[in-house]
């Protein structure tokens, strides 16, 4: 199909990790292969984190490069002792092992307005 071979090559193209794929996509095996850092470029903005949720496989280093694109914003994901201010424009990254599978927030640290509060999301570690 036309379409699935577009979008495929997109994700080649642009999306290394292509972890943000929906899930009814295959992900080849060889894109898993050991050793490699999972990168997974983001975005903030009020008040939301995309994608939402991330999903990483135990044992792997993940690199997120997140891009704060209307106004500084942080990212805290406690389980894994990550803190990092976002400034406006600047992708900032940010990396750990994902050493315990499960389910953990992360949110925004940095005071952006009204709904900064509920600036959330969720990362998911699979076994
Ligand atoms: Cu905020």
Redesign the pocket.
């Known amino acids: 199909m036309l379409v699935t071979r577009l979008a495929f090559l997109f994700a080649a193209l642009f999306l290394p990790s292509m972890a943000i794929l929906p899930d009814v996509m295959v992900i080849p095996p060889q894109s898993q292969s050991a050793g490699q850092v999972h990168e997974i470029q983001m975005t903030a903005k009020k ?1 939301e984190f995309s994608p939402d949720p991330i999903r990483v496989k135990k044992g792997e280093r993940v690199r997120l490069v997140i891009t704060a694109i209307d106004h500084d ?2 990212f805290k994901l406690e389980a894994f002792n990550v803190e990092q201010k976002l400034k406006k424009g600047d992708p900032t990254t940010v990396e750990f092992t994902a050493d315990k599978a499960g389910t953990f927030p992360f949110k ?6 009204i709904g ?1 509060g509920r ?1 959330k999301g969720t990362l998911i570690v699979e076994e």
């Open positions: 008040y914003h942080g925004c640290s940095v005071h952006c307005g900064h600036m």
